[in-house]
């Protein structure tokens, strides 16, 4: 049985079709990336799978549940764990206070009010500070952070609820060629408990650290399969050669 | 294709031999020039509010007792927006509904006593912003800013309406000649003595409210403030925690509704409508929202300056008075408290102090 599996997603705006049927499929443990010409549903489909919008028909399982009809706050609590594609940590924030937000969601109210995992949290906090270079940062204002290291925040404050399922919705978007190489450094070791659905323009990035690659096109999926048959694939070739 | 992916390949293996470890260049958490200004600033304050009955004339003290009351009311304000980001604009709602309820049970009930009449003025405001958050806040989507500002506002605005045309309320005039407050057969009339019970209500919820934001919990109420969608997506429940903060606010502005209404003697439909809504808004945003002793200091500044203005300028003081809004509005949007407290110390670091590593970040 997969992690998460999507199936028959349609979402229309308006008169737009943005998805047509699209599916996704992705198994423990596994980096998936999803890729496709701009304009192609890629952000939709994930955002269908996270929460942020509905889809007009279709289902999505996760665990075993049909989470469709799931709040954002519900998907999260089932393990589920998304990252912006706009940086969103909270500027005024410390870097610490970001990550320990994100790892207090599931606390009771009681041990909130009464701050009852603080001390709990505090190694918690510095490791993931730490997994994610950010350490000697701890106490700044996350606004001070360059765009790259914004990115590493929100992917470890994704990552703070040990989620099954980290959705990354263009993690390097923005980055310089050394960020995205560090990116994929600090995404490497969560392959252990988590898995991975990448939307990224970046194919090179993709190419390195994914297992799986779903192609999509006009919100149809076009082919679904290894990084070596997707690269063989001819007609995923021709679309990129079409639209390059 | 893949000449050009080889090429950046190389161009990236060329920036990783030449810098190294990238991004741990940038130097260790700044200790932040005047972290300790706001406890400074508290402790004055608390100071000149202890001392005040002494240098004051009596008509005075009378007049400090009821801006102490309102500051209570504008902390109610200050935790829901300045802290959670909800936009009440009927805060009087909570004030004036138990300002009227322990009017009634003085009037028709013979209730005076301080340990009746509390509790019932706290209790009121909490179940009406209980059933008015709910409505509001507890939505399955989270609503809009401006669907709970103009729901709170209309809210508020139709209570003073119903106030006004209700017989049993007293209509226009409201509820008139209140008896004093008793605690078993001591009266407390208004002076020094009302002033200290009242400072030392708003003293002990001040310093819950400051726990209350400086704990975790106030961490996620920063969060909900800043970016309420995304604290969703870390699994945080944002509407019950709004509706827990709206409730909270609730029951502190029916406190002060209550007290209010035992010291001025009478209840008026205004203390439920848009003019006390308003009003508390600006306290909040003259002194500075989100700090709690910048709702503090708004409230009695703006009192005061407007005592003394009407005094002095009787004709013009409204509008003096809204100049100098409007002025610290446009220019200091975070309030008259920006200018002693800088933006680390206002936001607050809810971490505790890193012992355990470097330890050269702040103290």
Known sequence: MPLLEASGISKVFGKLTALDGAALTVGENEFHGLIGPNGSGKSTLMKCVAGAEVPTTGKVSFINSDITAFTPTERARAGMSLKFQITSVLPTLTLYDNILLALQAQCSLFDLVLSRTRRKLHDQVMTMLTQFRLADRAHDAAAALSHGQQQWLEIAMALAGKPRLLLLDEPTGGMSLEERRVTGELLQPIKQHCSLVIVEHDLDFIRDICDRLTVLDQGKVLASGTVAEIQANKSVQEIYLRRA | ?363
């Open chain 2, 1 to 363: 294709m893949s000449g050009a992916r080889e090429a950046v390949a190389r161009i990236s293996e060329d920036v990783v031999t030449r810098e190294g470890t990238p991004a741990a260049s940038a130097p260790a958490g700044r200790a932040s020039a005047g972290w300790k200004v706001l406890p400074i600033v508290e402790g004055l304050v608390l100071l000149i509010a202890l001392v005040l009955p002494w240098v004051l004339q009596d008509y005075l003290t009378v007049f400090a007792t009821r801006v102490v009351i309102l500051a209570l009311f504008a902390l109610s304000f200050d935790l829901v927006w300045g802290y959670a980001g909800i936009m009440s604009f009927g805060q009087a709602l909570f004030f004036g509904a138990a300002g009227y309820g322990v009017a009634l049970m003085a009037r028709d009930l013979n209730v005076t006593s301080i340990l009746l009449i509390l509790p019932a003025g706290a209790l009121i405001g909490l179940t009406a912003s209980l059933l008015l958050g709910g409505f509001l806040l507890l939505g399955r989507y989270p609503s809009s800013v401006i669907f709970v500002s103009l729901g709170t506002l209309t809210g508020s605005y139709a209570a003073d309406r119903l106030a006004r045309g209700w017989y049993y309320l007293g209509g226009q005039n409201g509820i008139p000649s209140i008896p004093p407050l008793t605690l078993g057969s001591y009266e407390f009339e208004e002076g020094p003595v009302y002033y200290y019970m009242v400072l030392g209500i708003l003293v002990v919820v001040y310093l819950l409210c400051r726990f209350l934001v400086r704990s975790q919990f106030g961490l996620a109420l920063a969060g909900l403030r800043e970016n309420e969608q995304r604290i969703a997506f870390f699994g945080y429940k944002a509407q019950h925690l709004k509706a827990i903060i709206f409730a909270i606010g609730g029951t502190i502005a029916g406190l002060a509704g209550s007290l209010y209404a035992f010291h001025e003697g009478f209840v008026w439909p205004n203390m439920l409508g848009v003019v006390f809504s308003t009003q508390v808004v600006l306290y909040v945003l003259f002194g500075g929202s989100g700090t709690l002793i910048g709702a503090v200091i708004g409230t009695v500044i703006i009192e005061g300056v407007s005592f003394w203005l009407s005094d002095n300028y009787r004709d013009i003081w409204p509008i003096i008075l809204g100049v100098l809004l409007l002025l610290v509005i446009m220019f200091r949007p975070l309030g008259l408290i920006s200018f002693v407290l800088g933006e680390r110390e206002r936001v607050g670091s809810f971490g505790k102090a890193p012992k355990k590593e470097s330890g050269n970040a702040a103290p």
